[in-house]
């Protein structure tokens, strides 16, 4: 090809001999033959590391695939128990399921599993050891409503500290439940702050405003 200076003076690059073109090809000749004996010298040196590396990539391959089936599997599996555990209104095969499962699936079955039964000592577990908030909050809820007349209306309040925020699903179902106990022993002033605190709220469901502003 011709040069930059060439191609301005119009001056053609000279045209290779038939020597220098068979010295081309030698030097392309002993340069590909070099590069084959050093890829040759790498992959004896390296040999094992690359089948290891390939063996590690196959077996995380195969293991990921056995993996997802794996998971697919259990997942039919799962349906198919909790399916069959509610046909047969079966509490201790939900129980089981709960231990077994994850998740809200876990809850959801240990939840279902008390309402069968009706053992506290269910909803106690959930309550403190749910994997889910709605589920630990709406078992505080039913623990309120079977043991709360043992309580007074200040440990009542304690225990349903946890729902008093609006990311809890039954903050306003706690505010009324609070607001109920105070009124039930007599507490009338303290009672009429969580009532107003339900109706002054704008965002609070129209059945709970309801009911706070007819206990107001």
């Known amino acids: 090809m011709a040069t930059m200076l060439e191609r301005n003076k119009k001056v053609k690059a000279p045209q290779k001999t038939r020597q220098e073109y068979a010295e081309d090809a030698l030097y392309r000749e002993v340069w590909e033959d070099v590069n084959n004996e050093k890829t040759l010298q790498f992959l004896k040196k390296y040999s094992r590391y690359i089948i290891a590396g390939a063996l590690a990539i196959l077996i995380v391959a195969t293991g990921i695939q056995i993996g997802m089936r794996t998971y697919h599997a259990n997942k039919i599996a799962t349906a198919t128990a909790y399916e069959m555990a509610i046909e047969n209104v079966d509490a201790n095969a939900l129980a089981a399921l709960s231990d077994n499962a994850s998740g809200a699936t876990a809850d959801l079955a240990l939840f279902q599993s008390y309402m069968i039964d009706g053992d506290l000592a269910k909803l106690d577990k959930l309550a403190s050891k749910g994997n889910t908030r709605d589920f630990r ?58 009532l107003d605190k339900i109706i002054n709220d704008n965002d609070a469901p129209a059945v709970i405003s309801g009911n706070a502003a007819a206990l107001r």
């Open 137 to 194: 909050d709406l078992a505080k809820l039913h623990i309120i409503g079977a043991r709360g007349d043992e309580m007074s209306a200040a440990d009542v309040e304690k225990y349903l500290s946890d729902l008093n925020t609006k990311d809890s699903p039954f903050y306003y179902s706690a505010s009324l439940t609070i607001a109920q106990k105070y009124l039930a022993s007599g507490d009338t002033e303290n009672a009429n702050k969580w």
